[in-house]
């Protein structure tokens, strides 16, 4: 059964930093690619990152890029988001995802599986 669970939201201040963490199993980690995307209230879904697990690579939405750094630990099957210098525009429900490529345009991003989601609240 896959499964991708997040952690390590909170409540931060603007310019402040997090980490979020996508820990997942039940597929050959290595093989995929993991995003991670972020909802506000009343808004459609963003996604803001990704990385190819099979090579590394990475992408990035504008805004974020520059702030915000996608890793993996394949040892822990496991993607990172560490998150630089927050704006309250920044908060959102932020999903890790899993797919068989890297998408950031919507709806559907092209991901087979989602985690449940993990809340950032930025203070201004």
């Known amino acids: 059964e896959v499964q991708l669970v997040e952690s390590g939201g909170g409540l931060v201040q603007a310019g402040g930093s997090l980490r979020l963490s996508c820990e997942t199993s039940?597929?050959?980690?290595?093989?995929?690619?993991i995003g991670w995307f972020r909802q506000a209230p009343g808004k459609e879904r963003e996604g803001i990152s990704c990385i190819n697990n099979s090579d590394g690579s990475t992408t990035y939405a504008d805004s974020v890029k520059g702030r915000f750094t996608i890793s993996n630990d394949n040892a822990k099957n496991t993607v990172y988001l560490q998150m630089n210098n927050l704006k309250p525009a920044d908060a959102a429900v932020y999903y890790c995802g899993m797919g068989d490529y890297c998408s950031l345009l919507g709806p559907y991003f092209a991901m087979n599986y989602w985690g449940g989601g993990a809340h950032v609240a930025v203070s201004s």
């Open positions: 039940g597929f050959t980690f290595d093989d995929y690619a």
